[in-house]
């Protein structure tokens, strides 16, 4: 891995700056949104648990859902969260 230091980087126009990633591109806001589903015995609705971030450097929050249109709702409002947080229209 590169030396993170700039009084030590090379003098070289392809080492990745500060925003860029290692491959040189430009590194873009991302985010983690993880959705695991389920049926339990006798249960009519599914069951989702959905662990989110809008910052990949921290634990994500996790929150149990009941029924499609709860876990739908929940990734719509995370979305429209994200795209706002990065002034980006929906």
Known sequence: MPDRHPESRPACPDFPDERTGMDGIPETPSAVLLVTVWFEPGAQALRARVIRTADMRV?????????RDAVVADVRDWLDAFQTAHDRPR
């Open 59 to 67: 634990t994500g929050e996790s929150v149990l859902l009941v029924g």
